[in-house]
């Protein structure tokens, strides 16, 4: 590639568009190869002719902006990226054009990742207003990430109701770019079931959105890997029967979800609804033969802890205060467990 850039820059110029499309791929190649200083440098270069030729609002423009954002973030220079997105923002401004709503997307996703959330609602909140003002609801994908990101804003600010709609108008949008079987709806689907299970909703349309989406995201070859998002189809699975009143059921969706996943706060979820299946069961069993699987759920929740403090630190404090693992605090192996953990944070870094 290098050779062919020498040879633009000498035919065509520095300025000429095919010349940065070149740069624009050297760029991408030394970001995969987490060269990031060395990416950044290149993908200025490709913003600088952007600039040149006025081109900030064109729609092809979010090809650079992105990458350059993630590179940027990957080195934590967030300043330095938060004012490249809102030069692209201004640039839109300044000519009035349907793809602003598409760089205020960007940003709003820029501001989840880093923390801001009480900006990132606004922002999307605008994009989505734009992009309602189109004639047709846009299938484009900033768009479709717009309505999924808001819904998930919305929910986090407890409109869980007006989420669930957003997020069930995005699905058949989803479904006509993406199709119907990829791993595109079934995060749309996921979505649309988490967001109803916020609302304590236990219908049948949860779970069949649940188990179409276990069946998209479950590989059908033995040695492919399944993505991260089947664990929280499982642990949402988990919930619509711990919910029904289904502690078996939902256990056993547990389970499935703990053999997938190392990350921590995933464990630690399904240490929760363990905990929870063994007191729900609890509750409803007396016979001392339906003891024992009330004991057994505890213990895996127990064991699912052990798991979640291998893959980072847990705060013993607020795991002894979290009502799911209150029917734990008289257990011999939770105790030592939080005295572990107090043991661990009591100890100086090394």
């Known amino acids: ?51 040149a030729h006025g081109m900030l609002p064109h729609p092809q423009t979010a090809t650079v902006m992105e990458p350059l954002v993630a590179v940027l973030c990957r080195q934590q220079k967030y300043s330095q990226a938060e004012a490249i997105l809102q030069e692209w923002i201004a640039g839109h401004r300044d000519r009035p054009g349907p793809f602003l709503a598409d760089a205020l997307t960007v940003y709003g996703n820029f501001l989840f990742s880093t923390g801001k959330y009480d900006r990132e609602t606004p922002v999307l909140q605008e994009a989505m207003a734009l992009y309602r003002k189109e004639a047709r609801p846009p299938r484009r994908q900033s768009a479709l990430n717009c309505r999924r990101d808001l819904a998930w804003a919305w929910s986090r600010g407890g409109r869980h109701a007006e989420a669930e709609r957003l997020a069930a108008e ?20 996921n979505q649309v079931a988490a967001l109803q299970l916020r609302q304590r909703k236990v219908d049948a349309d949860v779970e069949s959105s649940l188990v179409e989406a276990r069946s998209i995201l479950t590989p059908k070859l033995p040695f492919v890997s399944p993505p991260p998002l089947l664990t929280d189809v499982h642990l949402n699975l988990s919930t619509l029967y711990r919910l029904r009143g289904q502690a078996i059921k939902a256990a056993a969706s547990a389970r ?4 997938l996943t190392k990350d921590h706060d995933k464990l630690l979820a399904a240490a929760r609804e363990f905990a929870w299946c063994s007191s729900d069961l ?34 013993p404090r607020s795991l002894e205060k979290e009502n799911a693992f209150q029917p734990l605090r008289q257990r011999e192996d939770f105790q030592q467990l939080l005295r572990a953990l107090r043991e661990r944070q009591a100890k100086p870094p090394a």
């Open 1 to 51: 590639m290098r050779a062919s850039l020498d040879l633009a820059r000498k035919l065509l110029g520095e300025r000429h568009l095919y010349t940065t499309v070149i740069l624009y791929q050297i760029a991408l190649t030394q970001a995969q190869q987490n060269q990031n200083e060395e990416s950044e440098t290149t993908f200025q270069e490709c913003l600088d002719v952007v600039r």
């Open 282 to 315: 609890s509750r409803a069993w007396a016979t001392a033969g339906q003891s024992e699987e009330i004991r057994r759920l505890a213990d895996e929740a127990v064991r699912t802890l052990r798991l979640a403090t291998e893959k980072g630190i847990l705060d």
């Open 256 to 259: 499935s979800a703990r053999g």
């Open 170 to 189: 995005n699905l058949p949008l989803v479904r006509e770019r993406c199709g119907g079987s990829g791993e595109a709806a079934a995060v749309a689907l």
